[in-house]
């Protein structure tokens, strides 16, 4: 009984996610997803042709929400900001109607100034700020808790990419855009494969980039401790083991949502391709 419930929920779970992609992913991450962190659900995400929208307070929830092939940010992951908040924001807006400007955002809802400004680095208030840089959204929130005069917003110099993206991971916890491996640098030049060529790749010796996103330890026979590691980029994900000797070495800096490069042999269990892990490297 207990393996036929399972067979059941995988079943489900596969046919809805066959047949209604945004609205299945969009509730795993109201779920907080399970086995995998946020970025990879929302890579899986992206992966089936999601847009995934950062947060809005003039669309989002407080759970994720998908709209047609669109899933949209809900409050719920911008950390840090109170519960009560979030709730207030969508009650108002779906009694009182949209809000037109940021002002009229904190007119009508009760927000402490740190939690206006969670709202603004996660985007929430961008379209209620158009045309306007993060600095400048800042000043104009600080404006209104501090001085409440119509001053005019001074130039002020915008965000740099990497800082835009640094900021939204920090407070999302993922990147909407893009992901983050492919914003790491790496000093290896020689050939290297991404994950979606892993299965073509059974029997070779293989360099590939890979972001950490799960990770079980187990001993052997002898009690020595080797771990599977699963590992994602942007086209796809994998598995990898390390067995004993090479997990000795790796496991001080072994992290999850960490990029790696890692080199090992391609083999093949119970029709799975599996990377045998040789030597690893922190990308820099």
Partial sequence: PHSASYVQVSFQSAYLKAHYPAAFM???????GGYYGTQAYISE?????ITVVPPDVNRSDTIYV??????????CQIKGLSNDVKQQIVADRKENGLYDSIEDLLQRV???EADAEKLVIAGAC??????????QQFWVVRRFYRTGRNEPVPSLKPLTLDQYLQYQYQILGFLTSCHPITL???????????????????????VIAGW?????TVSTKHGDAMEFVTFEDETGTFETVFFPDIYKTAAPYLTRYTAFLLYGTVTQ????????????????
Wanted: aromatic residues 4%; proline residues 4%; positive net charge.
């Fill in 26 to 32: 969009g509730a795993v991450l109201s779920n907080y």
């Fill in 45 to 49: 995400a992206q992966r089936l042709g």
């Fill in 66 to 75: 998908a709209e047609e092939n669109e899933i949209i940010t809900g409050l």
């Fill in 110 to 112: 009760a927000i402490a």
């Fill in 126 to 135: 961008d379209l209620l700020l158009p045309k306007m840089s993060r600095p």
């Fill in 184 to 206: 790491v640098k790496s000093s290896y030049t020689g050939p290297r494969i991404r994950a979606d060529a892993i299965d073509s790749s059974v029997g070779k010796n293989i």
């Fill in 212 to 216: 950490s996103i799960t990770a079980k």
């Fill in 269 to 284: 269990e119970f029709g799975v391709a599996v990377l045998e892990l040789k030597r690893i490297g922190k990308m820099s």
